[in-house]
């Protein structure tokens, strides 16, 4: 009876303390947060942003530990004329590039979260666009307040060609010019939870 109590507090402890140490998520306030996209050419560049449609970070006693976002790929704006030029905008969306009526969200979960000291991380995850999903890892800076609300800043770059997305790469195509677009586009991401700002 001694030893049945005995394991039967221990299982007690045992379950308690995972509970406790179980991460906390944080849901992202998707108006307050950001994502900045810049692409370029031979002849020049251009930018616009996307809007997140949902995310949740996960913190553990002040450090942020997972992730996951979902991006709303029908949202995608270019801003680096005086109007918006909506035949870009329309050619970004469709097959050539991002194909949003097939596949109008994007995704990124977090598979690593490593802190490199104050408020520093190196993150990896696995990042889907087009279905396909590859793994990237890139610097972010990190913060979280005594409420556990979270602000975090990242910015990289990615291939576009591992994502199927092959329009005028000089990689796969010969003799483009100035017609060639170059494979990567950068990413330029802020994020917060819940207030803060």
């Not at 108006?31 to 809007?51: P, R």
């Not at 005086?82 to 969200?105: I, M, T, W, Y």
């Not at 092959?166 to 994020?191: A, P």
């Amino acid at each position: 009876m001694k030893k049945t109590n005995l394991l039967l507090m221990l299982l007690f402890v045992m379950s308690l303390t995972a509970a406790i140490a179980k991460p906390t998520p944080v849901k992202v306030n998707t108006k307050a947060s950001t994502f900045h996209w810049l692409a370029k050419k031979v002849t020049g560049e251009h930018y616009g942003t996307i809007g997140i449609q949902d995310g949740t970070l996960m913190v553990d006693k002040g450090k942020l530990t997972g992730g996951e976002f979902a991006i709303e790929m029908n949202t995608l704006t270019n801003t680096d004329g005086d109007a918006p030029n909506q035949r870009l905008v329309s050619h970004l969306k469709s097959p050539d590039f991002f194909d949003v009526e097939k596949f109008p969200v994007s995704n990124f979960k977090i598979t690593k979260a490593v802190p490199k000291g104050g408020d520093k991380y190196d993150i990896t995850g696995d990042l889907t666009i087009k279905g396909v999903k590859q793994s990237v890892t890139f610097p972010a800076i990190v913060k979280v307040d005594a409420k556990g609300n979270v602000s975090a800043e990242a910015k990289f770059d990615v291939d576009r060609t591992k994502f199927g997305l092959q329009y005028r790469s000089g990689s796969f195509f010969e003799n483009l010019g100035d017609k060639m677009i170059y494979d990567t586009f950068t990413v330029d991401v802020k994020i917060v939870t819940g207030t803060t700002a």
